[in-house]
């Protein structure tokens, strides 16, 4: 009988074959969704499909609202800022 903790879904199987020649079964953690925008839900461009607080070295990219929303609609919601201040 496996381990109760590895008896749950939420990790996945994975088989592997071992050095003695045997397929053995290991558990790990899903991988995350891909990040998407806030607004049209398009995957993000620049964002890796990583597990939160996994890689504190890969950074977002620098634009405002950068991992959040996608290059159209940023673009998009700046031409209304501007078109909003102007008038």
């Not at 607004?39 to 890969?58: D, F, N, W, Y």
């Not at 031409?79 to 102007?86: D, E, F, I, P, Y």
Request: glycine content about 6%.
């Amino acid at each position: 009988m496996v381990r109760p903790a590895y008896r749950s879904r939420s990790l996945r199987r994975v088989k592997v074959r071992v050095p003695s020649g045997e397929v053995r079964v290991h558990y790990e953690k899903r991988r995350a969704n891909v990040p998407h925008c806030a607004i049209c839900g398009a995957p993000l461009q620049g964002m890796p499909r990583v597990r939160k607080g996994s890689h504190e070295s890969i950074r977002p990219p620098t634009r405002p609202y950068g991992g959040n929303v996608c290059h159209r609609c940023l673009r998009l919601a700046l031409k209304r800022a501007v078109r909003a201040s102007s008038s």
